[in-house]
Structures are given as C-alpha cells and as structure tokens.
C-alpha cells in the first residue's frame, strides 16, 4: 500500500501539486481525484462489503504519510474523506449507510472540535424531520462535496449534535471558497442553513460530547502522519539541493551548519515514523494510546520546524513556489489546526494527564 501511494503520489500529484495549491484560483485536482477512486485510496479503510479494502489505521497512515511527501493537500483530502466515512460507519444506521457510503466525497468539520464550536447550527425537531437553521464555518470538503456532515445544537437542549446533510438540498448555501494558509487543495467553504429539513434518520451522532473524542482519537494517529510526510518531504528536498548547490567553492552540504540542519530533519522525520507506527497499531487494537494528543502535537510542531529549516537550506529559492517548499511551510502550519488549534490540544493534553492521576 505504501509502495502503491508513493508511485500513485509521483504520477498524479508531484507535476499539479504546485500549479494547484491555489485553490479557489484554479481547479480542484479531480484528475488525481478519479485516479484515486480507481486505486481504491479513498476507501482504503472501509469494508469490502462497503467497498473498501478494510484495512487499518497503520495501512492508511502509511498511505498518508506517503501522499503528503509529495501533496499534503491532497493527502488531506483522503484524510478528510475517510474521517467522515467512518463517523458515518460509527454512528449511522444501516438506511443511511447505504443511502451516503457510495457518496465521492463526504465534508467534515476536521479543523475545530465541534463540540467547542460556537452554535450557530440550531436544530428543531419537527414531526418526522428536523429543520436546520443556521450556519458552519471552515467546513473541510464543503465545496467539493456530495454530503455534509455538520454539527448542530439541539433546541431545548445543551448538546450538540452530527446531521448528515446533501449538499445540494434545498436552502444550503455554500459560500466561496476560504484561501487558506496552507492545505489548499483541500478545500474548505462556509455553510449557511436556512430551515433545511433533513429526516429523522439523517440524525447520524445524537450525543456528540461522547461520540466525538473516540472518533477524533483513532483518526490523531493519520493527522500524525500528514506531518511525518511533510517532514519527509522536505528533508528530501533540503538534502537534494544541498547535494546540487555550491556556494564558496564547495557544495553547501560540506557546511557544517547545513548538516546539523539536515540530521535534525532526519532524526525527526525517522523517529516520528516509529511514533506513528506505535500509535495506529494501538488504534487498531482498539486501544488508542492515552496520550495520543501528545504525539499529534509533538510531530506537528516538529514539521513546521522541519519545513521553516528547509526552507532555511534552500535559501532564497526557499521562499519561492517553483521549489515546492514555500508550500510544505504553509501546509505544516495549517496541519497543526486539525482536530483544534494548538493551544487547545494543549489544554485538553493536561486535563487528560489529571484526569489519568486521578
């Protein structure tokens, strides 16, 4: 699966990855989309009774981290796309299943946990349906996508609540498309609802307090590995360029600075393979690792000092799109934002270690 990634992630994304990463400004790369589909790497962890290969999280963080070396964006795609296949598989019924598994491409709130999100979504039970009023910001997918998975808050009650949503009902309104910092290829847009009626069995996770953390929790180990393929990715091209340029007589790779900048890349880049092994194989045993946040937000932080060095190795060139590393730069930073910003992470990292001492 890894070796079928990385041919898959030179043919289809390595040649657009640049020209496409200014989305809306230009296509959304459906050509890698198609060819992705056909490869079976956007179903890679369903079921093959649902189409899929029915592999785990340590096959899928493999593929990651293979696609994001050459396209993080894309590779966020499959992220975002599989995460919502399998809150659908968790929490949905078999009607809906069948009804939205088949969809291309499913939208996630993949950036802030929903359940801290200002509730702008309110939903109203009426007989037989609910009517969704309101809107969602920064939704991962939403303007590629054939279903919306949106988080809602339930009148008459304090919780919050996952409704599965066609992204062409009547009274949703896709706003243009965010230009994000980095991860632009995978689009993210704003919701707005008026009185969407949606039925009862479109009601996918009632109680999102507790359903989202054990989802958000198995999928900590593939937002890893998005920032072990940035990592990966610019220690290869830091040490290609570094091999190629002189400066002063002599290849900067026989600078002595050079080196430590690269070996510290390396280390980083190697150890966090090994942590993400360690933490999807824990997820597949259906014990995620207690302390998974601290993993994801190790690594993330480690790939944006590892994209800001590389950057540094190139030098000016660093700064320039045409070298791909200006690009991985920006993409690390907005990697560090999936499932919360950082300092969040952080907080909910130490109210799990108190909780653990208890």
């Known amino acids: 699966f890894r070796d079928l990634a990385l041919?898959?992630?030179?043919?289809?994304?390595?040649?657009?990855?640049?020209?496409?990463?200014?989305?809306?400004?230009?296509?959304?790369?459906?050509?890698?989309l198609k060819a992705a589909r056909e490869a079976g790497l956007l179903r890679v962890m369903l079921s093959e009774a649902h189409g899929g290969t029915g592999q785990g999280m340590a096959v899928f963080c493999e593929i990651i981290s293979s696609l994001a070396r050459s396209d993080a964006s894309f590779a966020s795609v499959v992220f975002v796309n599989s995460l919502a296949q399998s809150a659908l598989i968790r929490w949905g019924t078999q009607v809906l299943i069948d009804k939205y598994i088949q969809s291309e491409l499913i939208a996630f709130p993949a950036y802030d946990l929903p359940t801290d999100?200002?509730?702008?979504?309110?939903?109203e039970k009426k007989g037989e349906v609910y009517s969704l009023k309101g809107r969602v910001e920064y939704l991962a997918l939403a303007p590629v996508a054939d279903a919306l998975i949106l988080p809602a808050h339930m009148q008459g009650s304090e919780g919050v609540s996952f409704f599965l949503v066609d992204a062409?009902?009547?009274?949703?309104?896709?706003?243009?498309?965010?230009?994000?910092?980095?991860?632009r290829s995978c689009p993210v847009a704003?919701?707005?609802?008026?009185?969407?009626?949606?039925?009862?069995?479109?009601?996918?996770?009632?109680?999102?307090?507790?359903?989202?953390?054990?989802?958000?929790?198995?999928?900590?180990?593939?937002?890893?590995?998005?920032?072990?393929?940035?990592?990966?990715?610019?220690f290869e091209t830091a040490m290609a360029y570094a091999k190629d340029r002189y400066q002063g007589g002599r290849m900067i790779i026989d600078y002595d600075q050079v080196r430590f900048m690269l070996v510290n890349m390396a280390v980083v880049a190697e150890s966090g393979k090994a942590l993400v092994r360690?933490?999807?194989?824990?997820?597949?045993?259906?014990?995620?690792?207690p302390l998974s946040d601290a993993g994801l937000i190790l690594l993330t932080e480690q790939a944006s000092r590892?994209?800001?060095?590389?950057?540094?190795?190139?030098?000016?060139y660093g700064y320039m799109?045409?070298?791909?590393?200006?690009?991985?730069?920006?993409d690390a930073k907005q990697i560090e934002s999936i499932f919360g910003a950082v300092p969040l992470?952080?907080?909910?990292?130490?109210?799990?270690i108190l909780r653990q001492e208890k």
């Open 345 to 352: 992470k952080r907080l909910e990292l130490m109210a799990d």
């Open 321 to 330: 799109k045409d070298y791909g590393q200006e690009k991985r730069m920006r």
């Open 278 to 289: 360690s933490m999807a194989h824990a997820a597949d045993d259906g014990q995620p690792w």
């Open 7 to 32: 041919r898959f992630a030179k043919k289809e994304l390595e040649p657009k990855a640049i020209d496409l990463d200014d989305y809306p400004f230009c296509d959304f790369n459906r050509g890698a």
């Open 117 to 123: 999100l200002p509730r702008y979504l309110a939903a």
């Open 168 to 183: 062409k009902a009547k009274g949703i309104s896709i706003s243009e498309p965010i230009l994000s910092l980095g991860l």
């Open 190 to 234: 704003d919701v707005e609802l008026d009185r969407v009626e949606v039925p009862s069995v479109n009601l996918l996770c009632k109680d999102a307090e507790s359903g989202y953390p054990a989802l958000a929790s198995s999928f900590r180990p593939a937002a890893a590995a998005l920032a072990v393929g940035v990592l990966a990715g610019s």
């Open 306 to 316: 590892a994209a800001t060095d590389g950057v540094q190795v190139l030098g000016g």
